[in-house]
């Protein structure tokens, strides 16, 4: 499930190069439309559902992964920690969380997200997160970071099942 996926490019992008998997954009009413006119025009329509709903109000349940790409450096804290919450409410026992986001690096360096986290701050409210800081609104809502794995300009945190 693809949450907060919006015109449901990223899970067409993955469901064309593989064969395999099925998978649900899941998004506000406005952005399903777009969705919905991607899936028919890439020929996916067979393994892809565009599902409507609001992530601060529950996100559908039972799927193998959940993605989060760009979608949590919108919101504060507290917004994002109810959005995790639902996620992890969601997820089954089996199920893994990938979040596609920035992850701040240590030190005063410049660097781009550092300065992606002041136009979020204005724009949006919301903000870029250090390691430390995603590992402790995870733990809030009740996930564990595993791992972080650098993917170009983004990082991927890879929340897993315990073993």
Same mark, same amino acid.
């Given at each position: 499930?693809?949450?907060?996926?919006?015109?449901?490019?990223?899970?067409?992008?993955?469901?064309?190069?593989?064969a395999?998997?099925?998978?649900?954009?899941?998004?506000?009413a406005?952005?399903?439309?777009? &969705?919905?006119?991607? !899936?028919? /025009? =890439?020929? %996916?329509? *067979?393994?892809? $559902?565009?599902?409507?709903?609001?992530?601060?109000?529950?996100?559908?349940?039972g &799927?193998?992964?959940? !993605?989060? /790409? =760009?979608? %949590?450096? *919108?919101?504060? $804290?507290?917004?994002?920690?109810?959005?995790?919450?639902?996620?992890?409410?969601?997820?089954?026992?089996?199920?893994?969380?990938l979040?596609?986001? *920035?992850?701040?690096?240590?030190?005063?360096?410049?660097?781009?997200?550092?300065?992606?986290?002041?136009?979020?701050?204005?724009?949006?409210?919301?903000?870029?997160?250090?390691?430390?800081?995603?590992?402790?609104?995870?733990?809030?809502?009740?996930?564990?970071?595993?791992?972080?794995?650098?993917?170009?300009?983004?990082?991927?945190?890879?929340?897993?099942?315990?073993?």
């Amino acid at each position: 499930v693809d949450v907060g996926g919006g015109n449901g490019t990223l899970l067409a992008h993955l469901l064309s190069r593989h064969a395999q998997l099925r998978g649900t954009v899941f998004e506000r009413a406005h952005a399903a439309d777009a &969705a919905r006119a991607l !899936v028919a /025009a =890439r020929g %996916l329509g *067979d393994r892809c $559902d565009v599902a409507v709903g609001d992530f601060f109000g529950e996100v559908p349940r039972g &799927a193998d992964v959940y !993605v989060l /790409a =760009r979608v %949590l450096h *919108d919101w504060d $804290d507290e917004r994002a920690r109810a959005i995790l919450t639902n996620v992890a409410a969601a997820m089954e026992a089996k199920a893994t969380l990938l979040i596609v986001d *920035d992850v701040v690096p240590p030190g005063d360096a410049p660097h781009p997200c550092k300065w992606i986290d002041l136009q979020m701050l204005a724009v949006t409210g919301g903000r870029e997160r250090n390691e430390a800081e995603w590992r402790s609104l995870l733990a809030l809502s009740g996930l564990s970071l595993g791992r972080v794995i650098q993917r170009g300009p983004a990082s991927v945190l890879v929340i897993e099942p315990s073993p």
